[in-house]
C-alpha cells in the first residue's frame, strides 16, 4: 500500500509538472503584446502601414511582449484567390525580443508576383497588410516590314551625234569713217533776279495799367476813460492834499454765483442741524 501510494504521488507530481510547463508556454505567448508593420524602416504603432507596392520591404515591429524571450513568426498569403500566395508561408524566422519586451525585423521584400493580402504572424498575434497588383503588361504588336519592290533601270539609247558643217567666212568690206563738223555752243549771260527784302511791321507791347495799392487808414485807437481823481479833505492836511482813488482792477460783477467752498460748508452744517433736530425729536417721544 506504501509503495502503492508513493507512485500516484510520483505519478500525479509529474503530471503537473508536464501541465505547469504547457501553461507557462502558452502564458508567455498569450500575452498583452502588439505588433504591426511599417514600410522600409522600424517604426512606432502611430507609423503602421497596411498598402505596400512591389519592391519594398515589410518591417515587423512589436511591444508589450515578455523580455528576451524568443517567437516565431512568419507571413502567410491568404488562400481562396485573396492573394498572389494562397496559403503560402513567403516568409519566417524566429525573432527575440529585447529587455523591454519590444522587437522590430526586416522581414520581407514585396516580390514582383506579390498582390492581394497576406497575414503576419508573431507567437499568438496576428496583423495583415495588402499589395497592389501590378498592370499585367499586353504585348504590342509590331508591324512586320515587307519587301518593297524597286523599279529595274532600262538602258535609255543616246543619240549618236553628227558632224554639222560649219559655213566658212567671207571678207566683208568695212566703211571708213568721213570726219564731220560739230558746231559748238557759246554760252550766253542771263540775268538773275535779286529779291529785295521787304519790310516787316513788328508788334510793339500795348502798355497796360498797373493796379496800384491804396494805402488803408488804420483804425483810429479809443481812448480809455481815467478814473477822476477826487479830493477828501483830511484834518491833518488843512491844505488839502488830493489822494488818488484806486481804480478797480476788475470790473464789476452782477448776480455772480456762490463759491463751492461755501456751498459744502452750508451743506454740512444743515445737515448736522437735520441730524440734531431727529435726535431731539427722537429724545422727546421717547
Not at 42 to 48: F, K, R, V, Y
Not at 242 to 249: D, F, N, V
Request: net charge negative.
Amino acid at each position: 500500500m506504501k509503495k502503492h501510494g508513493l507512485r500516484i504521488i510520483i505519478a500525479l507530481s509529474a503530471v503537473l509538472s508536464v501541465v505547469s510547463m504547457i501553461f507557462s508556454q502558452t502564458s508567455a505567448q498569450g500575452n498583452s503584446g502588439a505588433i504591426w508593420t511599417t514600410r522600409n524602416d522600424c517604426g512606432t504603432a502611430q507609423q503602421n502601414v497596411n498598402l505596400f507596392n512591389v519592391g519594398e520591404t515589410v518591417y515587423i515591429n512589436g511591444d508589450n511582449f515578455d523580455p528576451n524571450t524568443a517567437y516565431p513568426w512568419n507571413i502567410i498569403g491568404q488562400p481562396g484567390g485573396a492573394s498572389g500566395d494562397p496559403g503560402q508561408i513567403v516568409a519566417s524566422g524566429i525573432l527575440t525580443t529585447n529587455s523591454l519586451g519590444a522587437f522590430c525585423i526586416n522581414a520581407y521584400t514585396i516580390a514582383a508576383d506579390d498582390w492581394g493580402t497576406y497575414n503576419v504572424n508573431v507567437g499568438n498575434k496576428q496583423d495583415n497588410y495588402r499589395v497592389n497588383r501590378q498592370p499585367t503588361p499586353t504585348n504590342t504588336p509590331t508591324n512586320t516590314p515587307t519587301n518593297t519592290p524597286t523599279n529595274t533601270p532600262t538602258n535609255t539609247p543616246t543619240n549618236t551625234p553628227t558632224n554639222t558643217p560649219t559655213n566658212t567666212p567671207t571678207n566683208t568690206p568695212t566703211l571708213e569713217p568721213t570726219a564731220t563738223n560739230t558746231p559748238t555752243l557759246e554760252p550766253t549771260e542771263t540775268n538773275t533776279p535779286t529779291l529785295e527784302p521787304t519790310a516787316t511791321n513788328t508788334p510793339t507791347e500795348v502798355p497796360t495799367d498797373v493796379p496800384t495799392s491804396t494805402p488803408t487808414t488804420p483804425p483810429a485807437e479809443t481812448q480809455t476813460p481815467t478814473p477822476e481823481v477826487t479830493i477828501t479833505p483830511d484834518p491833518e492836511d488843512p491844505a488839502g492834499t488830493p489822494t488818488p482813488t484806486p481804480a478797480p482792477s476788475r470790473s464789476p460783477q452782477t448776480g455772480g454765483g456762490l463759491s463751492p467752498a461755501l456751498l459744502q460748508t452750508a451743506a454740512a452744517v444743515f445737515g448736522l442741524i437735520s441730524i440734531g433736530s431727529y435726535a431731539a425729536l427722537r429724545k422727546q417721544d421717547d
